[in-house]
């Protein structure tokens, strides 16, 4: 198989797992809005049901489908009994009183018995379980300001207004539309909600969600099992912790934290962009723990290199007492890094810019001369003048190729000036350590070198807090951007 079919089966494969990606965050979206429906039900039931926004007194109507007829069920939300039977009553009267009038005994029966629930309905407040009792107070306080009746109660003006003298007084139709415009819809919003074994109120929308919970879940054992395959050393809880976010999807509980797990896969899925959240997130973090974490991480540098002092590790370096050291591959990477850029700096380095050294030496030997009383007399001479610059010239090129040959001979390999010179240095350390510890300045170096850490903690970290942080994640992103142009 060619690179090319590679690269395009590696293609192929990235966008076939992005669109798998895709579908699954936009099935997690999908079950994150009717968790948020779900649980934003019940406080705009009144929405759904009449489908009116007031907004500083103007009322909007939306067209609605019939929601509460569906979704009810899901939440066990029943008409309550009492306020649906008070509702058709007042629908049949309305009916009666257009088959027989006002003045009819049927009617009056009808009043009679609209005028007892009323009473009943105060007493009994059968918007209580559905936590609206506030409405059965705007409920009251609208029929008091109606029939202007505001300094009695409300059982008073429920029965006076459900009088044959009272409607027929103020026209039955212009009452019942009031009713019907003011009072119906309060009652309507009324409901009945059974309340299950554990003191709660019946909820069935676990019905909606087990699919989700299905589908979730075989994908998070999947993608779990599939990871702890792919990776080593990666066990199949490993993970599973690796997919934490992912088990919000599944618990029963708390469901509004499924924000998390669907704001990640929006993200995975290129459907949304959190890289400037989260930069500004992490910038804000850095900047509020950056001081404090600077300065104990300082704090706690000097304060290690004190102890260590105190300790006497400068008395066991010296002695050669120091920690033995573990050396991986039998190489000296010192003094091999040294050779190194010695080599480099003779063999590559010099060749190129000696003409430039030479040229430095010329100007500097021939200005030297110049000050010389015999160079000074010579330049009378006819012809002296010339032959003096070439012999400089000739002069620093002999200097420089003898320094250049001297290097050149001194990197050839030597194995007894090698020794010789690790034998200078040994004899060095070791003359000056016990010249050192000899004539007892070593505690007085240790107690020099704590006191200049001690300045240094006073005197600079505690400018570290002084400086503006916001100041210096301003020059972080403006190199950043430098960086990326």
Same mark, same amino acid.
């Given at each position: 198989m060619s690179s090319l079919q590679k690269l395009t089966k590696r293609r192929s494969k990235v966008r076939q797992s992005l669109w798998f990606e895709r579908i699954m965050a936009v099935l997690a979206l999908v079950n994150l809005l009717l968790v948020l429906f779900d649980l934003t039900?019940?406080?705009?039931?009144?929405?759904?049901?009449?489908?009116?926004? +007031?907004?500083?007194?103007?009322?909007?109507?939306?067209?609605?489908?019939?929601?509460? #007829?569906?979704?009810?069920?899901?939440?066990?939300?029943?008409?309550?009994?009492?306020?649906?039977?008070?509702? @058709?009553? $007042? @629908?049949?009267? #309305?009916? /009666?009183i257009g088959q027989t009038g006002l003045r009819s005994q049927q009617v009056e029966v009808i009043l009679a018995d609209l005028r007892r629930r009323s009473v009943d309905?105060?007493?009994? !407040?059968?918007?209580?379980?559905?936590? +609206?009792?506030?409405?059965? #107070?705007?409920?009251?306080?609208?029929?008091?300001?109606?029939? /202007?009746?505001? %300094?009695?109660?409300? +059982?008073?003006?429920? !029965? %006076?207004?459900?009088?044959? /003298?009272?409607?027929?007084?103020?026209?039955?139709?212009?009452?019942?539309?009031?009713?019907?415009?003011? &009072?119906?819809?309060? &009652?309507?919003?009324?409901?009945?909600?059974?309340?299950?074994?554990?003191?709660?109120?019946?909820?069935?929308?676990?019905? &909606?969600?087990?699919?989700?919970?299905?589908?979730?879940?075989? #994908?998070?054992?999947?993608r779990t099992w599939f990871i702890s395959r792919r990776r080593t050393g990666v066990s199949w809880l490993d993970a599973m912790l690796w997919r934490w976010y992912?088990?919000?999807?599944?618990?029963?509980?708390?469901?509004?934290?499924?924000?998390?797990?669907?704001?990640?896969?929006?993200?995975?899925? @290129?459907?949304?962009?959190?890289?400037?959240? %989260?930069?500004?997130?992490?910038?804000?973090? $850095?900047?509020?723990?950056?001081?404090?974490?600077?300065?104990?991480? $300082?704090?706690?540098?000097?304060?290690? $290199?004190?102890?260590? &002092?105190?300790?006497?590790?400068?008395?066991?370096?010296?002695?050669?007492?120091?920690?033995?050291y573990i050396d991986l591959n039998n190489t000296d990477e010192v003094a091999a890094l040294s050779t190194l850029m010695i080599q480099l700096t003779v063999y590559q380095v010099l060749p190129k810019i000696r003409p430039d050294i030479e040229a430095l030496l010329q100007h500097n030997l021939t200005k030297i001369l110049s000050q010389l009383p015999a160079y000074q007399g010579l330049q009378n001479v006819p012809g002296m003048e010339q032959l003096q610059n070439q012999l400089a010239e000739r002069l620093v090129k002999e200097i420089s190729q003898t320094l250049y040959d001297g290097l050149n001979s001194a990197m050839e390999p030597d194995p007894v000036g090698d020794q010789l010179f690790q034998r200078l240095i040994k004899h060095l350390s070791e003359a000056l350590g016990s010249e050192i510890q000899a004539k007892h300045t070593l505690q007085q170096i240790q107690s020099l070198l704590t006191d200049l850490l001690e300045e240094v903690k006073i005197n600079y970290v505690e400018r570290l807090s002084e400086e503006d942080l916001e100041e210096v994640l301003e020059q972080t992103r403006a190199i950043r951007k430098i960086a990326h142009h």
């Open positions: 039900y019940i406080p705009l039931r009144d929405f759904w049901l009449q489908g009116k926004i +007031k907004i500083r007194g103007l009322t909007l109507e939306v067209p609605l489908p019939p929601i509460t #007829e569906w979704y009810d069920q899901f939440k066990s939300i029943e008409p309550y009994r009492d306020t649906q039977q008070y509702l @058709e009553r $007042v @629908e049949d009267l #309305e009916t /009666q309905m105060i007493d009994a !407040n059968p918007f209580q379980i559905a936590n +609206k009792t506030g409405t059965l #107070e705007r409920i009251k306080n609208r029929m008091r300001e109606h029939v /202007q009746n505001e %300094q009695d109660s409300s +059982k008073a003006a429920f !029965n %006076q207004f459900w009088s044959q /003298q009272y409607l027929a007084t103020n026209s039955p139709k212009r009452e019942l539309d009031f009713f019907n415009r003011e &009072i119906r819809p309060l &009652i309507e919003t009324n409901y009945y909600r059974p309340i299950g074994e554990n003191g709660e109120f019946v909820d069935r929308f676990a019905v &909606i969600d087990f699919p989700f919970f299905v589908v979730f879940g075989l #994908e998070f054992l999947a992912d088990i919000f999807l599944l618990l029963p509980f708390w469901r509004w934290l499924r924000i998390i797990p669907v704001t990640i896969r929006l993200n995975q899925a @290129e459907l949304i962009d959190l890289d400037r959240i %989260q930069k500004q997130i992490s910038q804000g973090f $850095v900047a509020s723990i950056a001081e404090d974490l600077t300065e104990v991480v $300082v704090v706690r540098v000097i304060n290690q $290199v004190q102890s260590s &002092i105190r300790e006497g590790d400068i008395a066991n370096l010296l002695s050669k007492r120091e920690r033995p």
